[in-house]
């Protein structure tokens, strides 16, 4: 049985809601939560081109809605709701509108598994049969490793992408039992650590991992070690009734007369720990803002650090790099470069509703976008809003550049070229006004850059760091002359005219 309908929302019905969208697109659903930085010139100029994008792309595609938040540091600088959370009603999407955000859901459940290593309650490389016995799947593979808790956050554990079921056609989804008492009938596609393959059913092992270690289920743990600490009040990893009746529609792509179908609400049973969280904007904002606390933006407002700042910073770097070396899988996270920038994220799709949580770690940004159409896309909207809002964000709270200081006096002293005893030489300059040392190359580097290395006094006589951390000492004669640079253990003597 398919637990979904089809409704009658034809052409006319269509065009008066995509009226709506498009008059909510240019005016919008929301409230700024740091409208001094919403309100700065370069920020809303910003925010008013995204809202004519945003409503051209809503006309344009007949996506029923979108709600889109920006967080920068820990607070929610600004959210907006654009459209419709339900065609038949006309009801408008703001930041308070729930939402199922499915396989973000993958990132509550990474979070708990991170706080219980924390916690010293496991270990990243215990074998998953080390905390659920239980666990067999054949495997072709017979020198493999044993699969680890690490290579099922990551995805390279090589387990098949769902479980032995068909869930995803017919919406009935297996319990914990069926699903344990059907492994061992599947059998492993790669051996563990290969390569990246995501797997809905590795992510449920990890909450059956969540379960067995904490000593509750893995719901409860999420909404009592995470939900309730962060303020997520209006979220749920085991929605009720209530909840799932307040759920904006979820909308079926759009067929060629222009209409949509609907999609009813479905458990996830087994597989909720991949898929099953609800959420807001405001809400998400909060989870958003935890994650960005892992640099220096210190805790987020309103909310407890429920994870230390190194841990979620581990988290968010590639465990695992895939051949193109432009993306891989952190603990939980897709790890991407873009524009020169390193940006961690995840998508989520279930039932006509789809999500998006981004985040910036360097400009301490994030976004997060929810949509209620199987064929909508989050990742267009949530990017868009990074670029254009985002990028002015970081323009307005970025600190003036500090006037340059001008080279300190005593540091001609040092200047000149310096060798080993094996002829590797280096030579000392002022560049910009600072001291740097230039390292030459044999052959010479094609990027001069590339040999450059600036260094920062230390406050310690004739002492200096370098970008790695570690230090460079200039040693002085009683005639206040150089006899000896010392470069972290090793020395260079000059070479005097």
Known sequence: MICSTRNDLGGSAVALALGISIALAATGQGRSAEPGLAQHPKVADAIRLYDLWAGEQLAYHGVPGVAIGIVHGGELVWARGYGVADLATGEPVTPRTLFRIGSVTKLFTATAILQ???????????????????????????DAPAITIEHLLTH???????????????????????????????????????????????????????????????????????????????????????????????????????????????ETDAIAPAAAVVSTIEDLARFAALHLSAGPAGPPAGGAQIVAGPTLAEMHRARFVLPSWTSGRGLGFAVSRRDGRTLVAHGGWIGGHRADLVLDPTRRLAVVTLTNADDASPALFGRKALDVVGGAIA????PPPAPAPGPDPSWRAYLGRYTDPWDWESEV?????????????????????????????????????????????????????????????????????
């Open 116 to 142: 219980l290593r924390d916690a010293g309650k496991l270990r990243l490389d215990d074998p998953v049969a080390r905390h659920l016995p239980w666990f067999q799947i054949e495997s072709p593979f017979p």
């Open 156 to 266: 390279t554990s090589g387990l098949p992408r769902e479980g032995a079921f068909p869930y995803w056609t017919t919406h009935e989804f297996p319990t914990p039992a069926a699903l344990r008492a059907a492994l061992p009938t599947q059998s492993a596609i790669h051996p563990p650590g290969e390569t990246y393959k995501y797997s809905n059913l590795g992510m449920a092992l990890l909450g059956e991992v969540v379960t067995a270690v904490a000593g509750e289920p893995w719901a409860a743990y999420v909404q009592r070690h995470i939900l309730a600490p962060l303020g997520m009040t209006a979220s749920s990893a085991a929605p009720d009734a209530e909840l799932i009746g307040r759920l904006a529609r979820q909308h079926r792509r759009k067929q060629p007369d222009g209409g949509r179908g609907s999609l009813d609400y479905y």
């Open 395 to 398: 323009v307005a709270t970025a």
């Open 429 to 497: 300059l002022i560049l910009d006004g600072a001291l740097t040392l230039y390292d030459h190359g044999y052959p010479p580097d094609d990027d001069p850059d590339s040999a450059i290395i600036r260094l920062t006094p230390t406050g310690a006589p004739h002492t200096f760091k370098m970008s790695d951390g570690e230090t460079v000492r200039f040693e002085l004669d009683e005639r206040g002359e150089v006899v000896r640079l010392w470069r972290r253990y090793e020395y260079l003597t000059p070479i005097r005219p």
